[in-house]
């Protein structure tokens, strides 16, 4: 299992992950201008539990994960 925090701003998303089953850490600086954000939050991941601070840039993530479908 991988727990993934984000920290979202207008430009850009600050993430840190870990997975838990081999110990890796990564921490991540992913731009949204030039689509990594979106082609990240995508990629190959088919079921997700996501857990979201409501805050005033979280808007565009929400509707992101909703267009991606399960």
């Known amino acids: 299992m991988k727990i993934i925090g984000c920290d979202f ?12 089953e081999t110990g890796e850490f990564q921490e991540r600086k ?3 201008a030039d689509g990594q954000a979106e082609r990240s939050t995508g990629s190959g991941v088919s079921r997700r539990l996501i857990g979201v601070e409501a805050t005033g840039n979280s808007q565009w993530f929400l509707d992101l994960v909703e267009r991606l479908g399960p």
């Open 9 to 20: 701003h207008p430009s850009f998303q600050q993430i840190a992950i870990c997975d838990l």
């Open 30 to 32: 992913l731009s949204h």
